[in-house]
């Protein structure tokens, strides 16, 4: 029986999902969103608008980290 695994870092298993072509297997729309959702989780800069990503981009800023637009 085919099997579908989504991976979380560390080798973690996420999701499985089991079952042939028509019938089980997840559509590429699908891996998509289970792949936000765990970038959601799993990464702290995901979203920008968060005051934590908006400090640590401003914090960067100040050190001259990211290149200003000209």
Do not use: C, Q
């Amino acid at each position: 029986m085919p099997h579908t695994l989504l991976l979380a870092p560390g080798l973690v298993i996420d999701k499985v999902y089991v079952g042939y072509w028509f019938w089980g297997r997840p559509s590429p729309y699908r891996l998509w969103e289970d792949l936000g959702d765990l970038f959601r989780r799993i990464k702290p800069d995901f979203d920008p608008t968060t005051a934590e990503a908006k400090a640590a981009w401003e914090e960067a800023k100040r050190n001259d980290a990211v290149p200003a637009h000209r």
